[in-house]
C-alpha cells in the first residue's frame, strides 16, 4: 500500500544542512498497525509528515496505492490528504469553536459531499467513538480523551485508506490513553491500515509491526525503550 | 451556494474571536473610504459630461475682433459684442446657434405685490434644444425676434402661482408687461457648461428667460461678465448696445460633423480676414472654437481645490489601507493553524480562497455601510467648507456602483495579502504546535 524506495529529506538553512532522512526504504502493507518509534530528533515525525503528504521529500520516491505522490499539484495532494488519508494529531487539533459535529464535517466538506451523506458518515464515526450524545459539544467541555477521540472520529469519518497517528496517547493518562488504543485497533480490526509514531514500548509493542528510526535511517527492529536508553 | 453559506459562517466566527481588531480594521479602512468617497464625489459631479452625446458637437467661438491693437495681453475675450454674433451668425454652417447672457431682475404678477428676484437667462430660441432642456407647457418662441414673452422654470411657476401649467399669464418684470409662453420641466444641467465664464458653471438654473433681443430692448446688462472697449453709453443697451463695443455676450454653435467643424473655422477666418481689410480688426487674429467638453479647462475654470483633495485624499485612502492590512495580517496570522489544520484535513488552497472570498465579502458589507456613512458625513462638512461645490454632492447610480467597486476592490486587498501568508505557511509546523 505504501511504498517508500531510497527516500531522503534534508532541511536547510544558511549555515548548515541537516539529513532528517537517509535513504529510507520501507513498506508498509494493507492492514497493517504499525508502531514507529525512536528518539527524538531521529526523524519519525518527518517520515509521518511526508507519508501524510504534508511535507516534501528531496530524493527517493513514494508511492501510495501504487502512484507516486511526487510531482502532485497542490489541488492532486490536497484530494490524496482528503480522500486516503486520516490525521491524529497529539493535541487534537480540534477547532475550539466548532462544535463536535462540525469538526468531525471539516474534511468531508472538502470532498464535497452532499448534507445526507455527511450526516450519515459524521455519525457512523460519533458512533464508533462512543460520544454520539456529545455531538452539539464544544470541544473544551470535553475531556483530553474524549477530544482525542473526536480528532479519531474526524480522521475516520471520510473512510480513509490509512491513519498517521502522531503519538495520540502522549497528552492523555494511562487510562484516556488505553480506551484510545483500544479504539485504534478496533478500527485496524475493521481493516483501516493504520502508522503510528509513539514513545510509549508499550503501545508499540501492541501493535502488529514494529518500526524504528534512528538518526534518519531505519533500524533494526528491536523496540527502543526510552527507559533502557536512559540508563544506557 | 451551501458550501460559500458555509464558509461566511466560518468568516463570522472567525470574527466572533477576536471582534475588536477586527472592528479596527473596518474602521480604518471605512474612514479612508468615507474621505476618498466625500472627495471622489465632488471630483466626479464637477468633471462629468451633462451632454454626453452632443459635448463634442457644441462649440463656443471666440474672435479676437476688438477696436483697439493688442501689445502684451492679445488673449482672445471670452465674450463677443452684439455686431460680432451677428457676424457670426450669418453662415448655415451650425445646425443650431445661441447667444446669451445673464442678468438679475424681479418678477411679480401685479404692482401691488412684492417682487420675486429672478436671475434671468437672456438667450435665443435653439438654447433649449441645443441643451437639451425640457419643456412641461407651452412652446418655445418660434424664432429669435423681440417679444415680450417669458418661459418659467416649474419652481419659478410653482413659486409665483402655486402651479406649473401658467402659460399665457400675465407677469411685470422690472414692471414691464410679459406673457408666460412655456413652463420648463425639472431641469439642472450640472456643471452647467454653456455658462463657465467666472466660473459660473457650479451655479443653479436661472430662473427665467427672456428672448435676446426683448433683453437688449430692455436694457438688461449682464450680471457676470462684460467688457467694453468704446466710451459708448450702455446705460442705452437698447440702442447702443446692439452697435457699440460692449463684449457681453456668450455665443454657441452646433456642429454636427468634423467637415462642418472645419468649414466653421474656414468660416471665422474668413472672417476675421474680411474685417481686417476693413480695418475693423486691428489685433493679430486669434480665432477659438472650444469645444464644450473643454470649456472649463480652457477658461481655467478647474477647480484647483477638488483636485488637491483628491491628492491628499487618495494618499490617506493608501495609508488607511496599509494599515488595515498589517492588522489584517495580524489577525490571519493568529488563524494560521486553523489554515494549515483545513490544509492538512485535505483542503486545497483554491478551496482556502474560496473561504477569503467569503471574508472579502464580510468585510465589504461592514466597509461600505461604515464608507458610506463617513463618506456622507464628509460631503456635509466639504458642503459647509466649500458652499459653491454644494450642488456637485450628490450620489448617482453610477457613482455609487463605482465606490462600491473601490470599496470591494480594498476589502479584497486588505484580505488578499494576508491570506495567501496564511495559506502558504508550513503545514507540519502550525500542527505541531
Not at chain 1, 71 to 87: P, T, V, Y
Not at chain 2, 260 to 269: E, V
Amino acid at each position: 500500500m505504501i511504498t517508500l524506495t531510497n527516500l531522503s529529506k534534508i532541511f536547510r538553512t544558511e549555515l548548515i544542512e541537516t539529513h532528517a532522512l537517509r535513504d529510507i526504504s520501507l513498506q508498509i502493507n494493507e492492514g497493517e498497525f504499525a508502531a514507529l518509534t525512536g528518539p527524538s530528533g531521529s526523524g519519525k515525525s518527518t517520515l509521518l509528515n511526508i507519508l501524510g503528504t504534508l511535507e516534501q521529500f528531496d530524493d527517493g520516491d513514494y508511492q501510495l496505492d501504487g502512484k507516486s505522490v511526487k510531482g502532485l499539484s497542490d489541488a492532486a495532494l490536497s484530494k490524496l490528504r482528503n480522500e486516503k488519508i486520516g490525521f491524529i494529531f497529539q493535541s487534537f487539533n480540534l477547532i475550539k469553536d466548532f462544535s463536535i459535529y462540525d469538526n468531525i464535517e471539516l474534511p468531508l466538506r472538502y470532498r464535497g459531499l452532499k448534507p445526507a451523506q455527511r450526516k450519515q458518515r459524521i455519525e457512523q464515526a460519533l458512533e464508533l467513538v462512543g460520544l454520539h450524545a456529545r455531538r452539539s459539544y464544544l470541544p473544551s467541555q470535553l475531556s483530553g480523551g474524549q477530544q482525542q477521540r473526536v480528532a479519531i472520529a474526524r480522521a475516520i469519518a471520510g473512510q480513509p485508506r490509512i491513519l498517521l497517528a502522531d503519538e495520540p496517547t502522549g497528552n492523555l493518562d494511562s487510562l484516556m490513553a488505553r480506551q484510545v488504543m483500544e479504539l485504534l485497533e478496533q478500527i485496524n480490526q475493521q481493516g483501516c491500515t493504520i502508522l503510528m509514531v509513539t514513545h510509549d514500548p508499550d503501545q508499540a509493542r501492541r501493535a502488529g509491526r514494529h518500526i524504528q528510526i534512528i538518526d534518519g535511517q531505519l533500524s533494526d527492529a528491536v523496540l527502543y525503550d526510552p527507559l533502557a536508553a536512559q540508563s544506557a | 451556494m451551501e458550501q460559500f453559506i458555509y464558509y461566511l459562517k466560518v468568516s463570522l466566527i472567525s470574527i466572533r474571536r477576536a471582534p475588536l481588531p477586527y472592528a479596527l480594521t473596518i474602521f480604518i479602512l471605512s474612514v479612508g473610504l468615507g474621505v476618498f468617497f466625500a472627495n471622489a464625489t465632488f471630483y466626479y459631479q464637477l468633471n462629468s459630461d451633462p451632454l454626453p452625446e452632443k459635448s463634442d458637437k457644441l462649440f463656443f467661438p471666440m474672435l479676437n475682433l476688438v477696436p483697439y491693437e493688442c501689445s502684451t495681453d492679445c488673449r482672445t475675450p471670452r465674450v463677443l459684442s452684439y455686431s460680432n454674433v451677428e457676424k457670426l451668425s450669418q453662415t448655415d454652417i451650425p445646425s443650431q446657434a445661441a447667444a446669451m447672457y445673464s442678468a438679475d431682475g424681479y418678477l411679480r404678477q401685479r404692482a401691488d405685490q412684492t417682487p420675486l428676484p429672478v436671475s434671468i437667462r437672456i438667450t435665443q430660441r435653439d438654447f433649449f434644444a441645443m441643451f437639451d432642456v425640457p419643456v412641461l407647457h407651452g412652446s418655445i418662441w418660434p424664432d429669435n425676434s423681440a417679444r415680450p414673452e417669458v418661459i418659467l422654470t416649474k419652481a419659478t411657476a410653482q413659486k409665483l402661482f402655486g402651479k406649473s401649467d401658467v402659460v399665457g399669464e400675465k407677469l411685470l418684470l422690472d414692471d414691464r408687461n410679459v406673457t408666460v409662453s412655456a413652463v420648463l420641466d425639472d431641469w439642472q444641467m450640472l456643471p452647467r457648461l454653456y455658462d463657465a465664464n467666472n466660473r459660473n458653471h457650479l451655479s443653479e438654473a436661472d430662473d427665467i428667460y427672456l428672448p435676446l433681443e426683448t433683453g437688449y430692448d430692455m436694457n438688461y446688462l449682464s450680471n457676470s461678465q462684460s467688457q467694453t472697449f468704446d466710451d459708448t453709453d450702455y446705460r442705452q443697451l437698447s440702442t447702443q448696445g446692439r452697435t457699440g463695443a460692449l463684449h457681453q455676450l456668450q455665443y454657441w454653435v452646433k456642429l454636427d460633423t468634423p467637415a462642418q467643424q472645419q468649414a466653421y473655422r474656414q468660416f471665422m477666418t474668413n472672417l476675421v480676414q474680411d474685417e481686417k481689410a476693413a480695418g475693423r480688426h486691428p489685433s493679430p487674429p486669434n480665432n477659438q472654437l472650444v469645444a464644450m467638453r473643454d470649456i472649463v479647462s480652457y477658461f481655467g475654470g478647474d477647480s484647483s481645490d477638488i483636485k488637491a483633495f483628491a491628492l491628499v485624499t487618495l494618499l490617506f485612502l493608501l495609508v488607511c489601507l496599509f494599515n488595515a492590512s498589517h492588522l489584517s495580517l495580524n489577525r490571519y496570522l493568529s488563524n494560521q493553524y486553523e489554515f494549515s489544520l483545513r490544509r492538512a484535513l485535505g483542503a486545497s488552497r483554491s478551496q482556502l480562497q474560496l473561504q477569503m472570498l467569503a471574508d472579502v465579502l464580510i468585510m465589504a458589507l461592514f466597509t461600505i455601510t461604515g464608507a458610506l456613512l463617513t463618506g456622507y458625513g464628509g460631503i456635509k462638512l466639504m458642503n459647509n467648507l466649500l458652499p459653491a461645490n454644494r450642488l456637485f454632492s450628490d450620489w448617482d447610480l453610477t457613482l455609487l456602483l463605482g465606490l462600491l467597486t473601490v470599496a470591494v476592490i480594498c476589502s479584497y486587498l486588505v484580505t488578499l495579502y494576508p491570506s495567501l501568508r496564511a495559506s502558504f505557511g508550513s503545514l507540519n509546523q502550525q500542527l505541531k504546535e
